[in-house]
């Protein structure tokens, strides 16, 4: 639901905001007076196109912001929403509810807003298209399009979304079958030359056998075994050093061992007086702990060190193994490794026997054969709902002055595709002697937005909770059949919320809120502003709308028996 508007510098209007509330709102107002800028700010909203045009003359840009409130909608739904938002990094705000914006500059440029993140236009597309819906003369070309038609049949009948999923679950199943089955048979010669080369590969790789992080430890030896007399001797000299010669196996001179010295140093201050003197006995004790472990991590060292002299050949032999792998496969073994992991899965994938083929057509055969019968059961449900679709839209324009007027639906079948292997074409007949004829042909403009009104009325029926806002439905109307639309968007507005631009009395006193969009002209400019209308100020509104009576007692009297009827009607409607 919108529950908010505000414009500023757009056309007419220099600044203008409304609270939008459920049910039907109604937007009124004289010719020129700025309605159509309200509905180019809603356009602006949705990812429309942004036209530098627009901008108020004299401003330099023009913002339309909105917010839009999930309350309502279908779980599925607002799962949708929060994942188109957490993948632009936005979120709602505090009163749960998303804000939207876009700016337009009078130099061309624009930008959009969600949640207070900069995002490309395309993305408040995405989210509006499960927001809200704009009708207008332009948007007429969408009931033309099959697709459209198609999802409305869909939309008619729940029991067939449920019908549609399993389709895809198994035609999905069948394009991947027949893909594989047709790149075995169409590649044969091809995929046997690659499965000689990825069992080479492999044999190859296995011969090594080579470990994971093997090439970087052997660094790490050979670096030692290339050093490894230096390596001795400096390790050798610090043994000797914190030990004395004898310590470390061999024959020196008479100095006494740093370990020596450090330990007679720390048993001289033993017995001293002098409480730092002790301190500083306690702190040779521990330099004399860790020379301790530093001999022995030393010796340790020293008999770890390689005495076999052909080892580093041999680990040098071995790296250039490794080498040859890392040259043909991967940068490093690790990603040796991930290759030959992957190239074994593809080689189980690749069977090019006359066995593996003929088990894969089987395959497909059978998924062919249940993707069918899906695809059928499917069609079987969009053909009934197509009967029943056709009536009741049927039912629903004898009230919209068009008492004679026949609309079907019919089915036909076409190739395979994700949403099934049917077509749907809306016909209308002006009487029932007449052959039904496509929309495009057969219609005018009023009467596809009566259409449009006349579908969304009867698909209301089995959702709610979306936005819709209706720009001239009630164009070349009046009379009955003005009474009979504003019936109808009471009704749609049950369930939705509804927003109308419209010229007619008849269909304003429906409305649950009127916002009246009012033109102030000067010698310098020409503004307008929207005001939200009271009872006692609708009524006065009312009269202007039947032919400028707003200054006639008589006017208003009819206005206001209007107003009381079309009420008490919406009042009935929504106990």
């Known amino acids: ?177 027949a893909g594989e089955l047709r790149e075995r048979t169409e590649r044969r010669q091809e995929l046997a030359q690659e499965l000689d080369r990825l069992q080479f590969a492999i044999s190859e790789i296995d011969e090594v056998a080579p470990q994971d992080g093997e090439d970087t430890d052997l660094v790490d030896t050979i670096n030692r075994l290339q050093d490894v007399d230096a390596l001795r001797e400096a390790s050798h000299t610090a043994l000797v050093a914190i030990d004395g010669a004898e310590a470390a196996g061999g024959y020196g001179d008479d100095e006494d061992a740093a370990s020596t010295l450090v330990g007679r140093a720390a048993t001289a201050l033993d017995g001293a007086s002098d409480k730092a003197l002790q301190e500083l006995g306690a702190r040779l004790h521990e330099v004399a702990s860790m020379l301790g472990d530093v001999s022995a991590e030393l010796g340790s060292y020293v008999a770890e060190l390689p005495s076999d002299p052909d080892e580093l050949e041999r680990l040098l032999q071995r790296q250039q193994q490794l080498k040859g792998l890392t040259r043909k496969y991967a940068p490093d073994i690790a990603g040796v490794l991930a290759w030959r992991a992957k190239a074994a899965k593809r080689l189980e994938r690749i069977d090019t026997s006359d066995e593996a083929i003929e088990q894969l057509r089987k395959q497909v055969a059978e998924r062919e ?26 039912e629903e324009l004898h009230g919209l002055a068009m008492p004679k007027a026949q609309l079907t ?123 939200s209308l009271s009872a006692a100020e609708r009524i006065d509104e009312l009269a202007r709308m039947m032919a400028g009576l707003d200054d006639s007692d008589t006017g208003k009297a009819h206005a206001k028996e209007l107003f009381a009827r079309a009420q008490r009607e919406v009042e009935e409607l929504r106990q």
């Open 369 to 394: 054969s249940q993707m069918r019968n899906r695809a059928a059961a499917l069609s079987k449900a969009r053909a009934k709902a197509a009967t029943a679709l056709g009536k009741a839209v049927t």
């Open 409 to 531: 639906v019919s089915i036909a079948s076409t190739d395979f595709g994700p949403r099934g292997a049917d077509t749907a074409e809306i016909r209308l007949a002006p009487n029932s002697a007449l052959e039904p004829k496509p929309l495009a042909t057969s219609a005018s403009g009023g009467e596809l937005s009566r259409v449009m009104l006349a579908l969304e009325v009867v698909l209301s029926g089995t959702s709610g909770g979306a936005t819709m806002v209706f720009d001239e439905v009630d164009a070349g109307v009046g009379g009955r059949a003005a009474v009979e639309i504003g019936r109808r968007l009471a009704r749609l507005a049950a369930r939705n919320q509804v927003i109308v631009v419209t010229h007619l009395p008849q269909v304003a006193a429906y409305a649950d809120t009127h916002l009246h969009v009012a033109k102030d002209v000067s010698d310098e400019a020409v503004t307008s502003g929207v005001l």
């Open 1 to 177: 639901m919108l529950a908010e508007i505000a414009i500023s510098n757009l056309g007419v209007i220099s600044h203008a905001s409304a609270e939008l509330a459920p049910g039907l709102t109604v937007l009124t107002g004289e010719t020129g007076a700025g309605k159509t800028m309200v509905i180019t700010g809603l356009r602006l909203l949705t990812g429309g196109r942004a036209d530098a045009s627009r901008v108020r003359t004299g401003a330099k840009e023009a913002v339309v912001e909105g917010a839009f409130s999930t309350d309502g909608l279908p779980e599925d739904v607002r799962v949708r929403i929060a994942e188109i938002a957490e993948g632009a990094g936005a979120a709602a705000d505090e009163n749960d509810e998303y804000v939207v914006s876009r700016s337009v500059k009078a130099t061309g440029r624009s930008k959009a807003h969600l949640g207070g993140r900069t995002v490309p236009a395309a993305t408040l597309g995405e989210l509006s298209n499960e927001l809200l819906t704009i009708h207008g003369q332009n948007d007429q070309l969408r009931l033309m399009s099959p697709d459209q038609q198609l999802a409305a049949v869909d939309r008619f009948d729940p029991k067939i979304a449920g019908k549609l999923e399993t389709y895809r679950t198994a035609y999905t199943a069948w394009r991947k079958a």
